[in-house]
């Protein structure tokens, strides 16, 4: 037996068959997150996966194998929901595996990031930034600006959570300068808040940056 996310496959594969492969990354998204009574059955599927019992199916169809992916990636937020760290990391692990198997850039970046988040969120701030770093620059090189963003808007509050206010100014306004340009005006409101506070740590006042900000809202 391997894992087999919900059955998913089922479910995706006529939908992909009549719409082509354009659908998939659209699918994985729209497809309603797991129920309450699945989640029992999903966690015994993860934590066998985490114990190596259940073999990572990575699939033939590299369409339906990305999307069992993606519904890792929600699993695995659910686990951190319910506050179970170590099955979020063997999810999310999983997910990154899928998706260099399959050389779908795009979803190792996404996922690397998630995992820079959960590193942050255990205190482990160097294996954080190590993450972040590389999904920024999968984000780049496959043209994922929103991503970059928002890992550089992380990445940010890590160099200030350890001191170093340079840094995190730099990567707050590198992300603003992406946000300007996407049009991204919620992210963009975000990173200026946090530039505000980086200003406030060193004791600095930028009237442009208190006028931009609140030409946000």
Do not use: W
């Not at 391997?2 to 995706?12: D, E, H, I, M, P």
């Not at 659209?26 to 129920?35: G, K, S, V």
């Amino acid at each position: 037996k391997n894992l087999s996310v919900a059955g998913l496959s089922q479910k995706a594969r006529p939908l992909i068959r009549e719409q082509g492969q354009c659908i998939v990354d659209e699918l994985a998204m729209a497809l309603p997150a797991p129920d309450s009574s699945a989640y029992s059955a999903d966690t015994e599927s993860i934590q066998a996966l985490a114990q190596g019992s259940l073999p990572l199916d990575f699939g033939g169809d590299r369409e339906l194998a990305i999307i069992e992916a993606y519904r890792l990636i929600e699993l695995g937020s659910l686990e951190h929901i319910h506050g179970n760290s170590d099955l979020t990391i063997t999810c999310y692990t999983a997910a990154l595996e899928i998706f260099r198997h399959h050389d779908h850039r795009l979803g190792e970046g996404e996922t690397i990031g998630l995992i820079g988040t959960l590193h942050r969120y255990n205190g482990e701030n160097e294996r954080a930034v190590a993450a972040y770093q590389e999904a920024i620059q999968i984000g780049r090189s496959v043209g994922n600006l929103q991503d970059v963003s928002n890992r550089m808007g992380n990445l940010g509050n890590v160099y200030r959570d350890q001191g170093k206010y340079k840094l995190a100014q730099q990567m707050f306004e590198q992300a603003i300068a992406i946000c300007k340009k996407s049009g991204a005006r919620h992210s963009m409101g975000l990173h200026l808040g946090n530039l505000g506070n980086i200003y406030r740590d060193l004791g600095q006042r930028s009237e442009e940056h208190t006028s931009e900000l609140q030409s946000q809202f």
